[in-house]
Each structure stands twice: as C-alpha cells, then as structure tokens.
C-alpha cells in the first residue's frame, strides 16, 4: 500500500470518530416536567424546551426581567411549554433582539434548582408576509416614496 492511501484511510477514521463523537452529544427536545426529572436523577445533559412566553389578558408578556443598567448580563423570563407548565428560566447574556415579538421560544440548558437554566435562546419571530401583505418598517415606508 502506498504512504497516501494509509493517509487517506487515517484521515477518513479521524472524520468518522468526529461525527460518532458530535452525535452522542447531540441534545434533545423535553418538556420542564422532564427535564426536571432528568436533573432529579442526575442527568445534567444539554436538552431543547420548546414554549412560548407568558402573556396576561392583554396580550403583555410577564415575568419578564431584565434591568441592563444594573446587570446587563441576566434575563429572567417566564416561558409555557407544550404541558402548559410554567417556569421561571434564567439567561445569563444580554436579552436578545426582538425576544418580545417572538412566537415560540426554544431554550437550550439544564433544569437547576426552581428555575432552568438557559445556555442558548433560538428564536421564532412572526412572519414579515402575513396575508399576502409585506410589513414594512417606517424607514422602509421612507425609502420606497424615493
């Protein structure tokens, strides 16, 4: 055999205990109720809990806590899973962009003590074409008449 098939072939073992490795790690989608229960039984794993932020009558998000001027680095908020449970999740970095138009949140962590955890927020924001028609911003608007 030659010197650059024997490269070849360690190359491509490297490659595949990459991806073995990367896929053990990969988290999962859960509820709060289980993920409370994985951390009561000493599962700390990184896991995915899909919700949507708690909102009152009106329509105003609640339990939301953010104060930039005092800690610019926690964002407390509350989020309803798919069971309908309620929980408080805590966010170590700066409250995301347009996190108060989201639709449904995902929050990547793990279920500490009463609240969880929250490593990574992904966001889905409402559709900028709703009924055929495009939202456009006021400095879009603008630009248009030009």
Known sequence: MKLSHIFGIIVIAIAIAIIVSTAGDASSYVTFTQAAQMAKDGNDDMIHVVGKLKKDAAGQIEGLFYQPEMDPNHFEFTLVDNDNRVQKVV??????????????????????DDH???NKILLKCPSKYQDGKLETTEHEAKTAKL
Not at 91 to 112: C, L, T, W
């Open 91 to 112: 966010y170590n970095a700066p409250k995301p962009q347009d996190f108060d138009r989201s639709e449904q949140v995902v929050v990547i962590g793990s279920m500490q």
């Open 116 to 118: 969880f955890q929250c």
